[in-house]
């Protein structure tokens, strides 16, 4: 729906058999064409909308102007003119190509990412096992080393007890 507009009626000649649809809400639908620069393919172009859209309130000059209730607002909305120049159907084709370009260059990055991401998660689980068999192979040195000195230990008190001379023991 264009922001701006001005009111319009059909062509009497060449619009004969074009019949004004009723709006979702049952009233006859009134025929507007489009002023909104903004967007250049919607200007000049007509359009069926519905009496109580939103955008087609009056406003009241003050509160003492405003009804008990407000009509029914209704969204209903439909272009007359379908066709659209030429420049416009190019722009238009060149937008959904630049969109289809730039959604796939975000989907191309999404997997990039996908990938670094899981290369990461890869490395950091090879650090993981690493720093765990490093652990392991810390643990299994200490307990040999320990095993080593109490077999030595062992040994150095069965020398002792086993001399000639006497020994004093505490």
């Known amino acids: 729906m264009p922001h701006k507009w001005k009111d319009a ?15 979702w809400c049952g009233d006859v639908c009134k025929v507007k064409e489009s002023t909104d620069r903004k967007k250049s393919w919607t200007e000049g172009r007509r359009y069926f909308v519905c009496p109580n859209y939103a955008y087609d309130c009056a406003l009241p000059t003050n509160a003492y ?8 607002l209704c969204k209903y909305f439909s272009w007359i003119d379908h066709e659209m120049p030429k420049d416009i159907q190019k722009d238009q084709l060149e937008d959904c190509f630049r969109r289809q370009w730039l959604f796939e260059e975000r989907f ?4 990039e ?12 689980q090879c650090e993981e096992e690493r720093a765990r068999q490093a ?8 307990a040999r080393k320990l095993a080593r000195a ?14 000639k001379w006497p020994r004093m023991t505490q």
């Open 9 to 23: 009626s059909l062509d009497k000649v060449k619009e004969k058999d074009v019949k004004i649809p009723p709006c």
């Open 65 to 72: 102007d405003l009804p008990p209730s407000p009509p029914p």
């Open 108 to 111: 191309q990055r999404g997997l």
């Open 113 to 124: 990412e996908e990938r670094r991401q899981k290369e990461r998660m890869e490395r950091k």
């Open 135 to 142: 652990k392991l192979a810390r643990e299994e040195e200490r």
């Open 150 to 163: 109490r077999k030595a230990q062992e040994e150095d008190e069965a020398r002792d007890r086993k001399g």
